[in-house]
């Protein structure tokens, strides 16, 4: 297993170096550059700037280079650590990024956390008692929850509250709290805004992730090794745990690999309709103002988490399930 | 001495939304104290629904629906385990605990994410009250030198590294070994092997049944076998049933059994064995026709149709009971008496009357040598209207 | 269950199933569902939408008239007085004093009547032939209009936007998923087939692509489309690129199935009977999976869906003034906004109700083409 990791782990930079090309050329594709969207924001608010001007800013920010100079300069800077500057906000990207990635994280672990918990249950209720009204309530909010889109769970969630309660749920923090220093009632206050969120995120990917675990775990509810341990005297629910729903929640680990990335990239939407200060909504911004090395930057984060996510998963799978474990050596 | 377990018209049903399938419709049989008794009969007959009633594991739809399976452990008073709640404390006390399961597959029966050692440390900490009646909580140290003491009495070299080893690890004899070891971890009285040699080659399997026969007689533990191999039969049984179609055919020693069948299906199926001292180029000799189907059950007898001996107006009507024909040897078979089984024959008793009477007028009454033997007083709890005559058997053979 | 019956069957209906073909057990298994036949029944009347939407509008989606904003939902009744005949409530509008807005109620005292097949705003059937008739409407000559689901800030009619945005939405979904589907069973076919060098180069391009972030790449490559092009170019590249990353899946399961078939005893006999590499991918292969690709392909369609509405309610997508699900969702972004007018919302669910159609057929078609699955 060792040496499965380490491969993996030596793979990672070449990947990223990979990834660091597709971004970049991405990010250089719209037509013109940041410039061009600067001098048509002044335009259309009245100030104007001469030619001169924009060619020596041009010449500042470099990007009057040919591309693969850019890059190569671009790298150079990722790799000392250096994220840039963000053209618009006029501040050290990693700054901007500081801000906000930890509630990315935050909020992506969360809804990993609340997926599981719920559905792990829900899907081995549903396989002992499968055709029970449970199930089929179950089965009903599951198909549901794969079909509504999260970012319309949480508008009509923010309406109901609104209209009905005539409370809003943006935000991170109360007002109480946004500026504060970190404390425990700072936490508690994060968390109870938080949840909400994490709900919306994670329904479609519990929904699912229920119906899998039902599934995997029907499939093994009928091999002889459950009724060698019921033979052996084990208690129904005991006997349930340990053996089946643990030989069921092998495949299942093997989905963590894509629906952690999933997580940290879909709470972009959530984020944006929310307003919650999360690293999606500034990179939407960026893109569309063509600010592209907070752009560049973002997308690369991204890009790394996904492939944690996956690596984090392959190990676990390998962890957990000694087959794999023991025949690579 | 009182029998260690004792079945008597055990049910049980299918049902499903195509009809009822009547798994074990009937079945009656004794389980001595450290005695093998022998389950044959082919695939579908019902052996292994039988072995998973008497441990209350049959799945849904399946249901123990009648009978009654009587089980003397230490206690004086026997259980009924018909009676049990499946998931009850008391069920799952016995099993494990009296009545241990050897299955059939050692490779998909082990858990493959946990090593053997732990499988078998678990049943051990389940039953510890069998080793230590009113002694401490037993420490996972001493389960596992246990455990290793289990597996060095069941012939597995290397105990200690075997313990941590996984069950796709071992070869098919240690894993059978193993499944062997965690059987006895509970110190049962009562052991049900089911089909445990079928799945490994001729040489593991006659290591396997020497080491049953070992434990059997060091313990004396009994064992239920339950095989479609009459040959492992003759090597290890000292009392064999034979089933079809969810019902006792025949049951007795093993020596009579083997050496002078009743039933005729007994007869087939020993005749049906290929023999090295058969004449080249002769023709195996096989059973006619095949199984019918659960849910089309032949009328009356359930082997009639392939039988050889078959009386017409008699077998495809009435549903022989299981009588003794010989010392200790019983049969349902209506060549040896007409006795029938009240739940199957009764509804037909009025017309038997007058048509056994008829055929007997036919036929003459060519007495055969065994209906000679007496019905015992519990006989005559399964005879039907007609128990008085002894068994006047008829052959085809006299038929005008 | 349905193969348990045939355990009872006469001897003529085993021969029946015996003989059919294929593609005739598959539609029996699937008739069977009747979740998945009422699902694929409410698919073939959107597609009917699609087919036409301008028939089932009715009033133009881009008229646009400030002074009819906000106009809630006039509920259409069928029955007036014990007769059949249709109507809608009129509605009355008042200036708030307060915002100097226009604000609407119904008034259910005056009833609009509403008959079906009228004349109304000229279109072109097909882009192609001309024609001026309606599902519904009112008189021509009245000046009354008739808004079944509302109107949004700008005086537009919903009912008739949700119609239009119908046919977007869908063609991008069936679109995406066809083009996956063609990469998918091309590149992954060649791949397994053909092995080596070929096999490696795009396995390893399935990785890559598998391994991107799907939801920030797709945002960065719609930036980067060019803000001039016409809304038909947008479409066409919004459903490249969301087949782009969608492929994979299908290509590594296509690849997968020809490694795998390679290897069939079926296939080696036809090899060995003679027959040419064509056929027996042809004829043997193909047949093989084809149920298994289309039954996934229809559980793709509704992920596509969520995607571009999600993209477009973004801003980043299919952009006005075309029109879709996720552009008219765009409307609702604003909480206030909602407050007032609710029925913008409705977009929303005719998603996830065309969502759970396609979810549902598809596990139907799955269920009924996997011969396994009992």
Known sequence: ?????????????????????????????????????????????????????????????????????????????????????????????????????????VLALLAFVLTWAIAIPAGIYSAIHPRSTLDYIFTVLNYIGVATPNFMLALVLMWGAFAYFGVSVTGLFSADYVEAPWSWPRVLDLLAHVWLPAVVLGVAGTARLTRIMRANLLDELHKPYVTTARAKGLSEWRLVLRYPARLALNPLVSTIGWYLPLLFSGSLIVATVMNLPNIGPLLLRALINQDMYLAGAILLIYCFLTVVGTLVSDILLAWLDPRIRLEDG | MAPLLEVRDLKVYFHLAEGVVRAVDGASFDVEPGQVVGIVGESGCGKSVMMRAILQIVEPPGHVVGGSMLFRADVAEPVDLARLSARGAAMRAIRGGEIGLIPQEPMASFSPVHTVGDQVIEALLLHQRKWRPQGSVLSRAEARQMTAELFRDVGISMPGERIDAYPWQLSGGLRQRAMIAMALAGRPRLLIADEPTTAIDVTTQAQVLNLLRDLQRRHGTAIIFITHDLGVIAQIAHYVVVMYLGRVVEQGPVDAIFHAPKHPYTQALLTSIPSLLAPPQSLLPTIAGSIPHPLSRPAGCAFHPRCRDVIAGICDRHTPALSLVAPAQSASCFLYHREQDRDHGSALSEESGAGRREEDRDHGSALSEESGAGHREEDRDHGSALSEESGAGRRDEAAP | MADASLLSATPTAEERISVASNWRLVWWRFRTHRLAMASALLLLVLYAVVLCPEFWSTQDPEATDARLAFIPVQRIRLFDGGALRPWVPAVTGARNPVTRRMEWRLDESRKIPVHFFVAGHPYRLFGLVPMRVHLLGTEPETAARVHLLGTDRLGRDQWSRLAYGTRTSMTVGLTAVALSIVLGVLLGGISGYVGGLVDLVIQRVIELLQSLPTIPIWLALTAALPRDWTPIQVFFAITVILSLVGWTTLGREVRGRFLALREEDYVLAAELAGASRRRIIGRHMVPNFLSHIIATSTLAIPTMIINETALSFLGLGIRPPAISWGVLLQEAQNIQTLALAPWLLIPGAVVIISVLAFNLVGDGLRDAADPYSH
Do not use: C, H
Not at chain 1, 4 to 16: D, E, I, S
Not at chain 1, 32 to 51: H, M, N, Q, R
């Open chain 1, 1 to 105: 297993m060792t040496r499965f990791v380490l491969t993996r782990l030596l793979l990672l930079p070449l990947l990223m170096v990979v990834f660091s090309v597709t971004v970049f050329a991405i990010v250089q594709a719209p037509p013109g550059d940041f410039l061009t969207t600067y001098v048509a924001t002044l335009a259309s608010s009245g100030s104007s700037i001469t030619a001169e001007q924009v060619e020596a800013l041009r010449r500042e920010y470099g990007l009057d280079q040919p591309v693969w100079v850019q890059y190569l300069k671009w790298m150079q800077n990722i790799l000392r650590g250096n994220l840039g500057i963000s053209l618009e906000y006029q501040r050290p990207n990693a700054e901007l990024i500081g801000e906000r990635l930890t509630l990315t994280v």
